[in-house]
C-alpha cells in the first residue's frame, strides 16, 4: 500500500475526507493541547526577539506528547498550497533546506475548493522507517512559524501512525490537535498530559474520554 494510501485510509477512519481544518473538530474523537500557554514566560523579549525560553517551553511539551504516541508516527506528511510548479518548486525546496529533509517520498498534487475557489495542493510523503532526520528541528520550526519564522509550516504538517490511526497536528506555537480512530488508543496520552488541554475545548473531551 502507498504512502498515499495509508494517509488517507487513515484520514477516512477519522470520518475524514480529506484534511479538515480545524483537526480536531473535523474528527470524532480528539484531544486538543494548549501548548504556548505560560504565565511566567514571555513571547518576545526586550529586544523583540523570540524568547528562547518560550521556545524550550513549546518544544518540550510537543516533544512529549508526540513521543508518548506508541507505536511512533510511520509517516510524515506535508501539505502545501501553490500558484503554479515554479512556486511549487521552490517552496518544496525551502522546506527541504529548512527542516534538513531528504526528498519526499512520494507527491500528491491535486485541486481542491476553498471558500468557493480553487486551489492547487501539494501532500508531500515521507516513510519515516526509512528517513533520517531532526524531529526535533522541525517542532521548532512549525513552533516559531507565525512569530517570524517559515510561514510554510504553520499549520501544514501532519504525523501519521497508520497501523492504530492516530494523527498529530502541531500547527504552530499556540497549539496541537491529537485525533485517532478509537479513544484507547490515546487515551493514556489523555490521561498522562490532560493539564495541558485546551480548557476552552475540555468539556467537549472529557465528554469523550469520561464516558
Not at 55 to 66: A, P, S, Y
Request: negative net charge; contains cysteine.
Amino acid at each position: 500500500m502507498t504512502l498515499l494510501n495509508r494517509f488517507y485510509n487513515t484520514l477516512n477512519n477519522f470520518g475524514m475526507q480529506d484534511i479538515e481544518y480545524p483537526i480536531f473538530y473535523s474528527a470524532k474523537i480528539g484531544i486538543r493541547f494548549d501548548i504556548g500557554d505560560s504565565s511566567e514566560l514571555e513571547v518576545y523579549s526586550k529586544k523583540h526577539t523570540i524568547n528562547p525560553l518560550y521556545i524550550e517551553h513549546c518544544l518540550n511539551k510537543t516533544t512529549q506528547i508526540l513521543g508518548s504516541l506508541n507505536p511512533e508516527p510511520d509517516i510524515l506528511a506535508i501539505l502545501l498550497y501553490y500558484v503554479d510548479e515554479n512556486e511549487l518548486e521552490k517552496d518544496i525546496k525551502t522546506v527541504l533546506s529548512v527542516a534538513n529533509l531528504q526528498p519526499p517520498h512520494e507527491i500528491n498534487k491535486k485541486e481542491i475548493i476553498e471558500d468557493d475557489d480553487v486551489c492547487n495542493t501539494a501532500l508531500l510523503l515521507w516513510d519515516l522507517s526509512t528517513t533520517n532526520f531532526s524531529k526535533e528541528n522541525l517542532l521548532k520550526e512549525i513552533i516559531i512559524s507565525d512569530l517570524g519564522g517559515e510561514h510554510l509550516f504553520t499549520a501544514s504538517v501532519f504525523w501519521i501512525c497508520s497501523d492504530n490511526k492516530i494523527m498529530f497536528h502541531l500547527y504552530d506555537d499556540r497549539g496541537a490537535d491529537l485525533v485517532a480512530s478509537e479513544k484507547s488508543a490515546i487515551k493514556d496520552t489523555y490521561v498522562k498530559f490532560n493539564k495541558w488541554i485546551l480548557d476552552y475545548d475540555r468539556e467537549k473531551i472529557e465528554a469523550v474520554f469520561e464516558d
